[in-house]
């Protein structure tokens, strides 16, 4: 019976890697390096809790690139510089440039979705085609992650829509 599951996960595998090299041949170059950033997300983030998983399991200290949490302040901060041209966002860890433009993106973002949910899918798409980097250094693997709520949270705790 065992057998027959593995098998069965092989076989699903199998079916999903081929049905991704036929859709790779209809992507262009820019979807195509949307997906390779995915990968590299997704790879990193398994390495991570595989490491997190290994240095659980044998009682040792094993020194692994997984962060603790941050003994005070929030996960998400952000800081105002060059006369408010540029925004230092602190998310997980990472520090990350903004311009106003892309911080403007963002609390519009925060702001005109119909729910809370649609705002972090929307969050999470736009980060990941404008800046995949901020995803990757704070470890955001999908709209659902903690982080991604808290940075939304923080949005829409710091800053405001102007009226038109």
Wanted: glycine share 8%; aromatic share 4%.
């Amino acid at each position: 019976m065992g057998k027959t599951k593995v098998q069965g996960k092989d076989g699903e595998r199998l079916r999903m890697l081929k049905e991704l090299r036929q859709a790779i041949e209809e992507v262009d170059d820019e979807g195509l390096l949307f997906l390779l950033r995915q990968a590299q997300v997704l790879i990193h983030n398994a390495r991570v809790d595989r490491l997190a998983g290994e240095s659980a399991g044998d009682g040792k200290a094993v020194s692994a690139p997984v962060k603790a949490a941050p003994a005070a302040g929030p996960p998400v901060s952000f800081e105002e510089a060059e006369g408010g041209k540029v925004v230092f966002l602190t998310i997980g860890g990472a520090r990350k440039v903004l311009s106003a433009d892309e911080l403007k993106r963002l609390v519009r973002i925060c702001y005109a979705a119909e729910s809370k949910s649609e705002a972090l899918r929307q969050l999470y798409k736009v980060l990941s085609q404008e800046r995949n980097d901020i995803l990757f250094d704070a470890r955001i693997g999908s709209p659902g992650s903690p982080l991604l709520e808290a940075l939304f949270s923080e949005i829409r705790s710091v800053y405001r829509l102007k009226d038109r």
